[in-house]
């Protein structure tokens, strides 16, 4: 019996001790069991073809850049300070076969597919005028929607709600194999991956996700409030938020500046360690 307590003792301290239980960084949810529900193979595999289609047919219009391209080189340099970041948050990330690529377009836009496929539009750069910190919180956003498997987490619930698979079938193809009827959803639904959009809570999380990257990676994170209010001016007159899946810039800052203590010392942390 004494050693039962002696046992039961060492491990409450070991789970209670700050140093191991109390994770540095923002807090989010844990991830969605929707996301199980479809294999991340298939999804990554669909993002990966339409991402070689979209540049292919980028290039066809002259409207690829290349890879001499100062801002293709610029983006690809941060991405390459955030990816090592991004091991912790998903461990498959380590297997990614990560992109950077640079798009012509008037859009003021930039994504990350399921996989690590990163793309900036031009406009985007051109017309907010986004700093190097600016661009890390931007591609740090996007590429947290990736880690935290968002896309792959909304296929899920299509597929939970439209009844495609039963229970049965789900657990089968998430522990056994692939089931016929979801591989056939997911290449469906891949048609859609570029023009998904995620609720405002997956809006919010890749958010804090993103500045946490951006800031184990040495970018200043309080560029997130310069982002957002750049971006409210280029986004004059557009919708209140209960009617955008995207929070208001005026949440998204409130939520960056909420959570900035956070995340500040480890950016400070990263800066000592250049």
Request: glycine share 6%; net charge neutral.
């Amino acid at each position: 019996m004494k050693r039962v307590l002696l046992i039961l003792t060492t491990w409450v301290l070991w789970a209670t001790s700050p140093a191991l239980s109390a994770r540095e960084g923002v807090e989010v949810g844990q991830e969605s069991a929707f996301a199980k529900l479809v294999p991340a193979e298939q999804v990554e595999q669909s993002a990966q073809q339409q991402y070689a289609q979209m540049l292919k047919e980028a290039a066809s219009k002259n409207a690829l850049g290349s890879d001499e391209h100062p801002q293709v080189i610029r983006l690809r340099r941060i991405a390459n300070q955030l990816i090592p970041q991004s091991y912790d948050w998903n461990p498959r990330a380590r297997e990614w076969k990560w992109e950077v690529n640079l798009l012509g377009s008037n859009q003021i836009n930039a994504f990350c597919m399921p996989g690590g496929k990163i793309a900036f539009y031009s406009a985007i750069l051109k017309q907010l005028e986004l700093s190097d910190d600016e661009v890390a919180m931007v591609m740090g956003h996007e590429i947290a929607h990736a880690l935290r498997e968002h896309a792959r987490e909304r296929m899920g619930k299509a597929t939970a709600t439209n009844g495609i698979a039963t229970l049965g079938s789900t657990v089968a193809s998430v522990f056994f194999g692939i089931n016929p009827n979801l591989t056939d959803f997911v290449a469906k639904q891949g048609a859609n991956l570029l023009t998904l959009k995620f609720s405002r809570d997956d809006e919010t999380e890749a958010d804090l996700v993103g500045m946490e990257l951006a800031a184990r990676a040495g970018f200043d994170p309080r560029a997130g409030i310069t982002l957002w209010q750049k971006m409210s001016q280029a986004n004059k007159g557009a919708p209140p938020q209960w009617l955008s899946t995207h929070p208001a810039s005026s949440t998204r800052i409130q939520e960056i500046q909420a959570n900035l203590p956070k995340v500040m010392p480890l950016y400070e942390q990263a800066v000592r360690n250049r």
